[in-house]
């Protein structure tokens, strides 16, 4: 089974800042992963993915993302965060043995920027 | 573009009866329905997936007694909740895409209540 984990509970930087979201999965096939966005209380919200191809994927609002197979990890990151980026990231992942079908979520890094 | 509409947004039901929640995909043919649970303080956990002429596929800890399913065409789903209790509480979420290399686009969730 393919699994995924966020080391960080919670996140806190300064407007403006780096930021680095980390993520870990576990799976020695063919794998698909990406990063969602969830403001307070509300559904998710796409960020990013990779499947193949170029490791580094660039998203929306400045989030990229690079994916290493030699350190099983997918960290988001963004140059320069905005108050408004603060919210919860969850990592997914989905796995060939499953047909890409089952969508599995890490716990969720809570990033919160002070402007 | 690609939208999911979940109703109702928010729910409260008595402790022992059900709630039946629902899934509108729009701008797409939802082949394939993820449904999950975030309880509070934790990640979304994947309920179940059902794809349009096959069988819905159960997560461990979630049974089709406790929470069925229908997909009856590609653009709607129905979950019900089954006997609610107090640890059934949290945002449930439906995620839908249209076939294997697309991303899952996620409704706003329906967060229950239970008292």
């Known amino acids: 089974t393919q699994t995924v984990s966020q080391s960080d509970a919670h996140v806190t930087v300064f407007e403006g800042d780096s930021v680095e979201l980390r993520c870990n999965y576990s799976?020695?096939?063919?794998?698909?992963l990406s990063w969602y966005i969830q403001h307070h209380g509300r559904g998710l919200q796409f960020l990013l993915k990779?499947?193949?191809?170029?490791?580094v994927v660039q998203g929306v609002n400045g989030f990229k993302a690079e994916f290493s197979k030699s350190d099983s990890s997918f960290h988001l990151r963004k140059a320069s965060v905005h108050w408004s980026d603060s919210a919860v990231y969850f990592c997914?992942?989905?796995?060939?043995?499953?047909?890409?079908?089952?969508?599995?979520f890490g716990k969720g890094t809570s990033l919160t920027v002070i402007p | 573009g690609a939208l999911v509409y979940q109703y109702p947004r928010r729910t409260i039901c008595k402790s022992g009866t059900s709630m039946r929640m629902e899934c509108q995909a729009v701008?797409?043919?939802?082949?394939?329905v993820a449904w999950y649970r975030q309880s509070p303080q934790k990640t979304f956990e994947l309920i179940a997936l059902?794809?349009?002429?096959?069988?819905?596929?159960?997560e461990q800890n979630f049974t089709q007694e406790k929470f069925p399913i229908s997909h009856p065409n590609l653009s709607f789903s129905s979950m019900t909740v089954l006997n609610a209790y107090l640890e059934d509480r949290g945002l449930y979420l439906c995620?839908?895409?249209?076939?294997?290399?697309?991303?899952?686009?996620f409704g706003s969730g329906t967060r229950l209540l239970v008292i």
């Open positions: 059902s794809t349009v002429n096959s069988a819905i596929k159960y």
């Open positions: 799976y020695g096939g063919s794998i698909y």
């Open positions: 997914a992942v989905s796995a060939l043995n499953t047909g890409y079908q089952n969508f599995y």
């Open positions: 990779y499947y193949s191809g170029n490791p």
């Open positions: 701008g797409f043919q939802a082949t394939s």
């Open positions: 995620g839908a895409r249209g076939h294997l290399n697309s991303d899952y686009t």
